[in-house]
């Protein structure tokens, strides 16, 4: 099978310890330190309906979980009681560690008052001084961590949402972070992959991309036969999981504050942000971002216009995947009308696949993460290269349904339906619940002949807004999902202003009414479409 002929033919990448088979399709998850577990070529073991654990002692407090809804979570610390003397001095280094990064980030955030003063005191004299704030802003976040740059990586998508000269400047954080050092590079691959690695394993030097969670080398990687295979290696930060944790700390404490005020409690802030911890801690996971890209795969196994990585090997903090080719995707923006016409149809395909067939949705896509390969010509047809899966949404069967409804009720331009259904199984203490409803709907409305979703990002905007002022606690799934949207869209305008959301949509809409066909989520396909294109139904 190609597991064992994975283990046959890369046999150095083997850690140490015992390896021994789990039942057929249950995944060994163990609590307790990282090293206690390593998982090796996940996906392609589930595709065969086995698993193999790693090192697994008696002591060790085992989970059994169904591999169709894979999902590991590997804490930062042992869970021991919270009474222990040793969960104790656990919590006060944790208090320590975040007074000490909040001091860290106040200090380096100090000089950026002082110049935002000047720069707004010789704002008319000196016109350069805009573009200096938004320099200082950018090496402050480059400083500040992961968690400050993934979120300046979305504010660079939404050219319609920030200021030119805020997006510009952030761009350059989807590319050029600060890479760790060859020696740091070295030690988690000894660490991970043990002491032989080089034996299989030639890696370059210097990094071809450097994200804030890891950096990336090409290499190439030798079978016992000696046959070799140019791959990329993503090497996670040294140290990262700990400062991840401290930031996720700093961030709940001031969603807990921001939240005591009466109208933000009902933005559900402190739910969107475990939200996003989850997501973002899942991607300090390598072995899950080879289970993200292998059902990816397997989603679009028959599209030729959009590809995925092929993961080959993984530890938790090492994954080893085929090298893509490409060129990234701002770079063309300024090619020829076909070409961009082409490129932001397949974003948006994919983006509707996976929102509407597969419920799994690749939750990064930034432009620093696509790129784009024309063939070894440069002649061919434009196919898209998706990287970096290690960010991905699953909703809940009813939270997807759910999602569904509100996105048919906004096609069909029903704003009031879609207001209702937003305001349905959420906590809310909405006292004029009318009034939402009718305010979704003008805004509807207002679109005119453009259609909602021809200005999405936009109006998901005003919908948080809404949800705000009447206190309606939206769904931190469905607000996950549609941020995810809104890049994509963001990315797909800037190629083509003029693209047709809805003539996209059609198809993958009627698919998924076919799959809906039975419960509670009942609207006629036929319908839809005459309704959505304007034909009469009558």
């Not at 190439?220 to 070799?228: A, F, L, S, V, Y």
Request: proline residues 5%.
């Amino acid at each position: 099978g190609v597991r064992m002929t994975a283990i046959r033919i890369y046999p150095h990448l083997q850690t140490l310890g015992r390896l021994r088979p789990v039942k057929q399709c249950q995944l060994l998850v163990t609590r307790g330190s990282v090293p206690s577990l390593t998982l090796l070529a996940l996906p392609v073991t589930v595709s065969l309906g086995t698993c193999w654990a790693h090192n697994l002692s008696a002591e060790e407090v085992k989970h059994e979980v169904p591999l169709k809804n894979l999902r590991i979570n590997f804490p930062f610390i042992d869970e021991v009681s919270p009474s222990t003397p040793r969960a104790k001095l656990r919590q006060w280094r944790r208090v320590f560690r975040a007074l000490m990064r909040a001091g860290y980030l106040f200090l380096l955030s100090t000089p950026l008052l002082g110049v935002a003063v000047t720069a707004r005191i010789l704002g008319p004299a000196y016109p350069e001084a805009e573009a200096k704030i938004w320099d200082y802003v950018t090496r402050f976040i480059e400083r500040s961590g992961p968690t400050l740059i993934k979120l300046a990586q979305w504010a660079a998508s939404r050219e319609d949402m920030f200021p030119a000269a805020l997006t510009s400047k952030f761009a350059r954080l989807q590319d050029n972070n600060h890479p760790h050092s060859w020696n740091d590079t070295v030690t988690m691959l000894r660490k991970n992959l043990g002491p032989g690695w080089q034996k299989v394993l030639t890696l370059e030097r210097e990094p071809i991309g450097t994200g804030c969670i890891a950096q990336v080398h090409r290499g190439i990687i030798r079978d016992t036969d000696g046959n070799e295979r140019t791959v990329a290696v993503k090497v996670l930060h040294p140290g990262i999981m700990e400062l991840v944790e401290t930031d996720m700390d700093l961030l709940r404490w001031i969603t807990d504050v921001a939240s005591s005020f009466p109208r933000a409690e009902w933005l559900a802030l402190r739910e969107t942000v475990d939200s996003f911890n989850t997501v973002f801690v899942e991607q300090l996971n390598m072995n899950l971002e080879f289970a993200n890209l292998a059902k990816l795969r397997r989603h679009f196994r028959d599209n030729t216009s959009v590809v995925f990585p092929e993961p080959l090997f993984s530890t938790h903090d090492v994954l080893i995947e085929k090298f893509m080719e490409g060129q990234p995707i701002r770079s063309f923006y300024s090619s020829e009308e076909p070409t961009k016409k082409r490129l932001s149809k397949i974003g948006i395909d994919t983006m509707l696949n996976m929102v509407f067939l597969n419920n799994f949705v690749h939750a990064d896509l930034h432009p620093g993460n696509i790129l784009v390969n024309t063939g070894p010509d440069g002649c061919s047809p434009p196919t898209m290269v998706i990287l970096d899966a290690g960010m991905a949404v699953e909703l809940t069967a009813s939270t997807h349904r759910n999602m569904l409804d509100v996105m048919i009720a906004f096609f069909r331009n029903e704003g009031y339906q879609a207001g209702q259904l937003l305001v349905e199984g959420t906590r809310h203490e909405c006292s004029d619940v009318e009034g939402f409803c009718r305010d979704i709907e003008r805004m509807c409305d207002a679109a005119g002949d453009s259609n909602f979703f021809d200005k999405f990002g936009s109006y998901v905007t005003k919908i948080m807004g809404m949800a705000c002022t009447y206190k309606v606690q939206l769904n931190d799934q469905f607000v996950t999902m549609a941020m995810a949207i809104k890049v994509l869209e963001g990315m797909a305008l800037s190629l083509n202003p003029e693209v047709d959301l809805i003539e996209s949509s059609i198809p993958v809409l009627l698919k998924a009414s076919v799959r809906y066909q039975l419960g509670s989520w009942k609207w006629d396909g036929v319908s839809l479409v005459r309704r959505m294109t304007g034909i009469s139904t009558k």
